[in-house]
Nanobody
Framework: QVQLVESGGGLVQAGGSLRLSCVASGRTFSSYAMGWFRQAPGKEREFVAA????????YYGDSVKGRFTISRDNAKNSVDLQMNSLKSEDTAVYYC????????????????????????WGQGTQVTVSS
């Protein structure tokens, strides 16, 4: 079975940085779109970022634009999320996602930002930003 395993979460002070990593196992994801969602307590799941199969195109949620950067390394079947200038409202469980259809259908914004578009999900990693 396909597994996505996130790492790098933890506790950080406001204004600080964290780098999350997600490694896929069980198969290659070189032709898959990948991304990140998050869910804070009492809130709906929120789109964070997505990246196309070759890393050439990216999307970011409005709340993280200019602060977060998504990248990927297909040789390692991994995707990273560099988070800078963290705010208390960034506190959430962060989920790594991957999908072939998101890529093959054109890597459209409306598709990439929809939770149900993504077939493969990691278990999540907790990010807590102290104020």
């Amino acid at each position: 079975q396909v597994q996505l395993v996130e790492s790098g979460g933890g506790l950080v002070q406001a204004g600080g940085s964290l780098r999350l990593s997600c490694v896929a196992s069980g198969r290659t994801f070189s032709s898959y779109a990948m991304g990140w969602f998050r869910q804070a307590p009492g809130k709906e799941r929120e789109f964070v970022a997505a990246i196309s199969w070759n890393g050439g195109r990216t999307y970011y949620g409005d709340s993280v634009k200019g602060r977060f950067t998504i990248s990927r390394d297909n040789a390692k079947n991994s995707v990273d999320l560099q988070m800078n200038s963290l705010k208390s409202e960034d506190t959430a469980v962060y989920y790594c996602v991957a999908d072939a259809g998101v890529q093959y259908s054109g890597f459209l914004l409306q598709v990439a930002t929809t939770t149900s578009s993504w077939d493969h999900w990691g278990q999540g990693t907790q990010v807590t930003v102290s104020s």
